[in-house]
DNA sequence: CAGCCTCGAGTTCT
DNA sequence: CTCGAGGCTG
C-alpha cells in the first residue's frame, strides 16, 4: 500500500504530509463507499474499511483547518451515492409543467388569465432558452458565496461548493448592494465545442468518453477531486431566485437585469414576450437556430414576469402555475423492433417491452422501450422484426413512436397479447374499461411474488440497503425467501443452512454480515412505511401515511379494516370518510384483509417486527386537537390543502364529508351541499375566519 | 357529470 | 417521466 505515512501516528505528521495524506483517503475511502453501495462487491474487510475512517478523521482532529470539501467525515451517514453531503433546499428547487405544441401554451396562457381574472389585460412573460444541463442553487450570505447544491429530488440536493467555486463563471462575492441572504438559481452546462475538446482530451489519456454535453457537465460537477472540476471547461447561466432575505425586484426580467449587475451569466436571447404569438415566434426563431448555438437547449421557458403575479398563481403539486417549457421536438431514431417480450409487474399488470436493436438517440445507447400496453401495441400496430422509429419521452424514458413502413418486406402477423400470465400460466384477465391485463395467479404467481418483495425491500419501504433484485430472485429460487417476514429469519437459519450465505456465489462474510445487520435494524418500523409495504393495491406512499395517520396503530388499522368488510359498519364508513378514500380504494383494502393467506403473511411479520404506532403531531395546546373538520367552499386565505395541512399539525383529522361524527364544517366562499348537511345534522359551522380565530397564532 | 388535481404503477439508463 | 384512474369540487 503506497503511502508510507500513514504508518506514522496523526500528530507525527508534517502539514503537507497530512494534507497529501487527507487526499488520498478521501479518494479511497470513495472509492470503498463505490464498491460497497452501488456494486455490492467491497474489496476490504469492514475493520479495514474503518481503520481508515479513523486514521482521516484523527488527521483532520489534529490539522483540523486541512479538512477537505469532500471529506468522509463531513459526508452524512454514508451516503449510498458515495460522496458528498446533503443539503436541504431551504426553497424547494421545482419541476416545470411541459408544453408540446401552440395549443398547450394558449392553454396555459388562457390559464394564467382565468386565475388572475385579468380579462383582456395583457400579460408580459419572459422567455429563455431551457439550458440542457444541470439546475445548481448558488447561496449567497452576506454578499459571498457559501454554499452550492445540486437539484437532487428538488427537496435535498448535494453539497458541491467546493466544485463550483472552481466555475471562472460563478461570482465569489456580488458586492455590497446584495441582500443578506440570497439564493440563485441556475443550470450548469459544457458548450458543445469545449465538449468536443474535452472529449479528444478523454480520449487521449485513455480515460471515459462522455456520451453527451450534459452527461460530461453533471460528471465534471461531480468529482471527488475538485482540481478534476477545476479542468473542465463548465459553465453557467442564472436564472431564477431560491430563497432571499428582502425584495429583489418587481419581475422576473427586472431581476435578470439585477443579476447581470452582480457579474452572472444569463442568458443573451431572454427576451419579454406579451402574448401567444410573440411567444411563438420567439420559440420558433430560437428553434431556427437551435443548431447554431454553442450550447444544447432543449425548449423554451416562458415565466410570468410579474412577481406579485408569480405569488398569486401558485403552485400545482411541484410545479410552479406561473411558468412552463415549450419543448423542442424530441430527437427521434430508427432500429428494427427485435422482439415483444412481457413483463409481469406486482400487482400482476403484464407490461409489454420492444427489445430493439441498439441504437443512440440523444446521446444514449436505448435497448429496450416500454410500449404500455395492449391497445398501444394495437393503435400503432407494432409488430416484431418492424423498422421503428424511437425517442425518449421528456429526453429520458425511451418509447416506440410509430412503425416505418418498408416496402417489399413481409411483415410478421399482428402481435397476440397473451391472454395467460407468461410466468405462472394463470389466465391474464383485463377489467372492461381498463388498459392493463393482469395475471391472476396472485399469491401464487412467482413474478409477482418477487415483485412483491422487491417493493418490500425498496427504499421508501423497508429500505434494506443490500439486497438488489438478482439477490431477491435467487433467494426466491432456492426458497429461501418466499414471503417478507422470510426475511427476518435469514440469518437465524443460516447458521444451520447446507450452503450458508457467505459461501454462496457472489457473497462473503463481509457482505453476508452486512446485509443481515441490515435486516436486523429493520425490525422496528414506522406504521406507513409498514403499510406501504405491504404493497396493497392502490395503497402507495401518500395514501399510506393517510391511513397510518388516521388509525395511529396496526392494531386499530388491522382490526378496522377487517370490520369494514361489512359495508354498513361504522368501520366502513370510516374509511371512505377519510378524504381521498373512495369506495374504490376501500375495496382493495377491505379485500387484502379478506385472504386467509394475507392474513398468515401478517401474524407472520408481526412475530417479527415492532411496529411503531404514528407519531402523533405535537398538539400540546391546539384547542381543536382530535376534531374532525370538514373544509367546504372556496377559501380566501389559503388552499385548501395548506388549510388542511395546518389542521393535520393540529391533531385535526379532516374528513372529506359531512356526518354525525364532525365536529366543525368550516365555510367558504360559494359553499354547497356540504353547508346544508351541517345545518341538518346539527354540526357546528365556522366561517374562514372564525375558523382562524378558532386556531389562533398556532395555525400560521 | 365534467374538469381539475393527486396518486399509483410501470419503465430506462447511468 | 408518463399514463391512467380515483377522488373531489362545483
Known amino acids: ?25 478521501a479518494a479511497e475511502i470513495a472509492h470503498h463507499d463505490r464498491l460497497y453501495h452501488q456494486q455490492d462487491a467491497p474489496e476490504v474487510s469492514d475493520a479495514e474499511y474503518d481503520a481508515l475512517r479513523r486514521r482521516n478523521e484523527a488527521i483532520e482532529a489534529r490539522f483540523p483547518d486541512l479538512v477537505r470539501a469532500d471529506s468522509p467525515s463531513r459526508r452524512v451517514g454514508a451516503a449510498p451515492a458515495g460522496g458528498f453531503a446533503k443539503v436541504r433546499h431551504r426553497a424547494p428547487m421545482l419541476s416545470l409543467s411541459n408544453a408540446f405544441d401552440a395549443e398547450d401554451i394558449a392553454e396555459f396562457f388562457a390559464r394564467v388569465r382565468r386565475f388572475l381574472n385579468l380579462g383582456e389585460a395583457p400579460v408580459e412573460l419572459v422567455a429563455e432558452p431551457k ?39 460563478l461570482p465569489q462575492a456580488i458586492g455590497d448592494g446584495a441582500p443578506d441572504v440570497l439564493e440563485v438559481r441556475g443550470e450548469v452546462y459544457i458548450a458543445r465545442d469545449d465538449f468536443l475538446n474535452l472529449n479528444r482530451v478523454q480520449e487521449a489519456a485513455g480515460a471515459k468518453v462522455f456520451a453527451n454535453p450534459r452527461n460530461a457537465a453533471a460528471g465534471s460537477l461531480r468529482q471527488i477531486d475538485t482540481q478534476v472540476t477545476a479542468g473542465r471547461p ?127 438517440v440523444g446521446g444514449v445507447v436505448v435497448s429496450r422501450a416500454t410500449l404500455h400496453n395492449e391497445d398501444e401495441i394495437a393503435r400503432k400496430d407494432i409488430r416484431e422484426g418492424d423498422r421503428v422509429v424511437v425517442q425518449r419521452a421528456g429526453d429520458v424514458i425511451p418509447q416506440v413512436v410509430a ?84 426475511l427476518f429469519t435469514l440469518a437465524a437459519r443460516d447458521d444451520d443452512a447446507e450452503t450458508p450465505l457467505r459461501e454462496r456465489e457472489g457473497w462473503g462474510p463481509t457482505s453476508a454480515a452486512k446485509l443481515f445487520d ?72 377491505i379485500a387484502f384483509f379478506a385472504e386467509p393467506r394475507n392474513q398468515t403473511i401478517l401474524d407472520g411479520l408481526l412475530e417479527q417486527l415492532d411496529i411503531e404506532a404514528a407519531v402523533a403531531p405535537d398538539v400540546s395546546g391546539s384547542p381543536v386537537a382530535g376534531k374532525t373538520v370538514v373544509f367546504t367552499g372556496t377559501l380566501e386565505s389559503q388552499s385548501r390543502n395548506e388549510a388542511k395541512a395546518r389542521a393535520e399539525a393540529l391533531g385535526v383529522k379532516v374528513a372529506g364529508s359531512v356526518s354525525g361524527k364532525t365536529d366543525y364544517v368550516v365555510v367558504g366562499a360559494e359553499a354547497g351541499s356540504k353547508a346544508r348537511k351541517a345545518a341538518e345534522l346539527g354540526v357546528t359551522t365556522l366561517s374562514e375566519q372564525e375558523w382562524l380565530d378558532l386556531i389562533g397564532r398556532s395555525g400560521q
Not at 419501504?461 to 429460487?477: M, Q, V, Y
Open 1 to 25: 500500500m503506497p503511502g508510507r505515512a500513514r504508518d506514522l501516528p496523526a500528530d507525527g505528521l508534517s502539514r503537507a504530509q497530512a494534507a497529501e495524506e487527507l487526499e488520498r483517503l
Open 234 to 360: 463548465l459553465a453557467l447561466f442564472a436564472y431564477a431566485l431560491g430563497e432571499v432575505s428582502e425584495a429583489v425586484a418587481e419581475t422576473h426580467w427586472g431581476f435578470l437585469e439585477r443579476l447581470r449587475g452582480w457579474g452572472f451569466p444569463t442568458n443573451p436571447l431572454a427576451q419579454v414576450c406579451s402574448g401567444v404569438d410573440e411567444v411563438l415566434a420567439f420559440y420558433d426563431d430560437v428553434l431556427a437556430r437551435r443548431a447554431d448555438l454553442p450550447y444544447d437547449i432543449d425548449g423554451i421557458v416562458y415565466k410570468v414576469s410579474r412577481f406579485d403575479w408569480q405569488e398569486r398563481l401558485g403552485f400545482v403539486s411541484r410545479a410552479p402555475r406561473w411558468a412552463i417549457a415549450h419543448k423542442f421536438p424530441a430527437e427521434q431514431a430508427e432500429t428494427r423492433l427485435a422482439r415483444i417480450s412481457i413483463q409481469v409487474g406486482r400487482t400482476g399488470a403484464l407490461t409489454p417491452v420492444a427489445e430493439l436493436e441498439p441504437v443512440t
Open 518 to 589: 441490515a435486516i436486523e435494524s429493520r425490525r422496528r418500523i414506522a406504521l406507513d412505511r409498514f403499510i406501504y409495504a405491504l404493497g396493497i393495491r392502490q395503497v402507495g406512499q401518500a395514501t399510506a401515511k393517510l391511513l397510518a395517520r388516521n388509525y395511529g396503530t396496526f392494531e386499530a388499522w388491522r382490526a378496522a379494516m377487517t370490520k369494514a368488510a361489512d359495508p354498513d359498519s361504522p368501520d366502513y364508513a370510516d374509511l371512505v370518510n377519510i378524504d381521498q378514500i373512495g369506495p374504490l380504494v376501500a375495496a382493495d383494502l
Open 403 to 486: 412503425v416505418v413502413a418498408e416496402k417489399g418486406r413481409r411483415r410478421k402477423p399482428r402481435y397476440d397479447f397473451p391472454e395467460i400470465c407468461p410466468v405462472c400460466e394463470s389466465t391474464a384477465t383485463r377489467e372492461p374499461g381498463e388498459a392493463v391485463r393482469r395475471c391472476t395467479g396472485g399469491l401464487i404467481c412467482p413474478a409477482q411474488s418477487v415483485e412483491r418483495l422487491r417493493h418490500f425491500v425498496s427504499r421508501n419501504a423497508f429500505d434494506i440497503d443490500g439486497l438488489g433484485d438478482k439477490h431477491i430472485r435467487a433467494f426466491f429460487e432456492d426458497g429461501l425467501i418466499e414471503s417478507p417476514a422470510d
Open 131 to 169: 439550458i440542457d444541463g444541470l439546475s445548481i442553487s448558488l447561496r449567497y450570505e452576506r454578499g459571498r458565496f457559501v454554499q452550492g447544491a445540486t437539484r437532487g429530488d428538488g427537496t435535498e440536493g448535494e453539497d458541491v461548493t467546493a466544485n463550483l467555486r472552481t466555475l471562472g463563471d
